[in-house]
């Protein structure tokens, strides 16, 4: 399985991207696509998920009416587009996979993307 992460870039506080996730290697249907992140000196958190099938969303609070997630079935692909991007959404973003949601965190995602860095500027 592969998942490749890409978008990332330098943004204005204010501003958005689109981050995008291109995953091969597996049939997805009835996983959960996820994108989380790691800023410096932090711990890695969770930011969104989709569930394949039923296009069902959750969000961190942090990110709540600013970010989406999204899947395209038929491209194999994951998207996340961030709109009014603030300076403590800097950070590494992680694209990933889980086969079901059983711990409701990380632990459940075992395929994993190499990362994109978003620096937004304040």
């Known amino acids: 399985v592969q998942l490749q992460a890409s978008g990332g870039g330098l943004v204005p506080a204010g501003g958005s991207l689109r981050l995008s996730c291109a995953a091969s290697?597996?049939?997805?249907?009835?996983?959960?696509m996820a994108w989380f992140r790691q800023a410096p000196g932090k711990e890695r958190e969770f930011v969104a998920r989709?569930?394949?099938?039923?296009?069902?969303?959750r969000y961190a609070d942090s990110v709540k009416g600013r970010f989406t997630i999204s899947r395209d079935s038929a491209k194999n692909m994951v998207y996340l587009q961030m709109d009014s991007l603030k300076f403590e959404d800097t950070a590494v973003y992680y694209c990933a996979a889980a086969r079901s949601l059983h711990y409701g965190d990380s632990r459940d995602y075992i395929w994993w993307g190499q990362g994109t860095l978003v620096t937004v500027s304040s």
């Open positions: 290697g597996r049939t997805f249907t009835n996983s959960v």
């Open positions: 989709v569930t394949w099938n039923l296009g069902t969303t």
